[in-house]
Each structure stands twice: as structure tokens, then as C-alpha cells.
């Protein structure tokens, strides 16, 4: 994502340029850079969004979040039937996905969050503790296509209404949503390629540029997070398969 590789080589530089203004006779040079650095990072934030649609649903997940400003894809193929990987997806707990305690500690900033998914533990599988975090079901198909989906904010006067149904209304401003499906299709070879994709819709141009701070300074680690995850899910499913 461009925005966030903007805003990580600038901290970068601006993390080089101070070691270099610590340094004699390179301190006007090195804060040089760092300024460079923190103008880079700056542009990185503050870059516009752009909005993507699809133009057909062919997905659950085009159905219910068919345009969106923030969206990340990754996908792995597992030498595994679709039955089985989608029973690990539905399975797979979080000591199970490697770095998951690690990256979700920095991004909690050390803080306790009891009851999110940020700070899932081991007795229940990731999915069950998302769907006890605020995420709903919006779709589940087996084995082809599992959809969770959060309001993660909406106008205080906005009237009570089933997080589902937002997902299938014309929102008005002030909403946020974001949904998050694995999709699991035959490979043809015996085996399975899944994919996990996430998208961020939000309906008022303040909430996308708040939004834009967060999923920039973020992404890394939520990509990691997500590979780390299908990886999970192929070890899960390979070893039903061994077993």
C-alpha cells in the first residue's frame, strides 16, 4: 500500500538522519534527512484515499462491502480439499498463528483489551473470538466462502439497526465498515487456494482521512498477521489430512 510505505521509509530516514545529527560534524546533514524523513512520513498519512467498487458480485464479500477505501488480499494454496481447509479456517486458534501475540502486543502498545480480538485467547478458535469482539456472520457458505463483518463507528443519532442490515443499506454519513472473508476454492489438483481479503468502507470524508492515520500506521503488522494466518490454516488442514 502506497501510503504505507510512505509513512514506514520515512520513519526510517527520520530514524537514520537523528543517529547522524547525534554524531559529530554530520549534525546539519542529519537533520536534514530527518526532516526529509518526517515530511516523507507526513505525505504518507495525509495522501489521499480512492474509492474501489466492483462492478459484478461474485463473492459474499462483494455483496456486502462492494465499495471500499482501505482493502488488503493474501492468499496461500494448501495441498488440502476445500472441505478440510475450511474446517481449519473455522478452527485455526491464535497460538496457532505465529507472531500473533508479538504483533498484536505492539499494536495494543503493551495495554491489556480484554474481550477484542487484538487479545484473543487460546480456549476458542480466532473466528469465534471475533464474532465475540462485535463482528457478525454475514455469510457462511461451506466450503467455499466465510464472511465476518464490525460497524466500527456510526452517527450517535443514528437510529438502532442489525449490524447485517448495514452492510446491505445506503449508508448515510458518519458509518464505518469493515468486513473480512476467507474463500476457499478446488485447485484442481487435489488441493485448495485460500484467500483472506479485507475491505474498509466508510461513508463521510473525515472518517476516511481518521481511518487513513490508523490503517497506514497499521498495515504492515495486519499483513503479517494475515499470512501468518492462512499459514496456520494450511498446517491445521494438512495435518486433518495427515491424521
Do not use: C
Not at 33 to 40: E, H, I, N, Q
Not at 47 to 59: D, G, M, Q, W, Y
Not at 169 to 182: I, R, V
Amino acid at each position: 500500500m502506497l501510503g504505507s510505505a510512505f509513512v514506514y521509509t520515512g520513519l526510517a530516514v527520520t530514524f537514520l538522519g537523528s543517529v547522524a545529527a547525534a554524531r559529530s560534524g554530520l549534525r546539519r546533514q542529519g537533520l536534514g534527512v530527518a526532516a526529509s524523513g518526517v515530511a516523507l512520513t507526513a505525505i504518507g498519512l495525509l495522501l489521499p484515499t480512492k474509492e474501489s467498487r466492483v462492478r459484478r458480485a461474485f463473492t459474499q464479500l462483494d455483496r456486502f462491502i462492494p465499495a471500499w477505501q482501505f482493502h488488503e488480499v493474501h492468499d496461500l494454496t494448501v495441498a488440502a480439499s476445500p472441505e478440510k481447509v475450511y474446517e481449519a479456517i473455522r478452527h485455526v486458534r491464535a497460538d496457532e498463528v505465529r507472531l500473533f501475540r508479538a504483533l498484536t502486543w505492539i499494536r495494543r502498545a503493551g495495554k491489556p483489551r480484554p474481550g477484542t480480538l487484538l487479545d484473543a485467547g487460546n480456549a476458542d478458535s480466532l473466528i469465534a473470538a471475533a464474532l465475540e469482539s462485535g463482528f457478525v456472520t454475514l455469510a457462511d457458505e461451506p466450503p467455499y466462502e466465510l464472511v465476518v463483518g464490525i460497524v466500527i463507528s456510526a452517527p450517535p443519532s443514528a437510529k438502532p439497526k442489525r449490524p447485517r442490515d448495514l452492510f446491505l443499506s445506503d449508508l448515510a454519513p458518519g458509518y464505518t465498515l469493515a468486513a473480512m472473508n476467507f474463500a476457499v476454492t478446488a485447485d484442481g489438483k487435489g488441493g485448495s487456494k485460500v484467500t483472506t481479503e479485507t475491505r474498509v468502507f466508510s461513508s463521510s470524508e473525515d472518517l476516511r482521512r481518521k481511518f487513513a492515520l490508523y490503517w497506514r500506521t497499521i498495515y504492515p503488522g495486519s499483513a503479517l498477521i494475515r499470512r501468518m494466518w492462512l499459514r496456520a490454516i494450511a498446517r491445521r488442514a494438512l495435518s486433518d489430512v495427515v491424521s
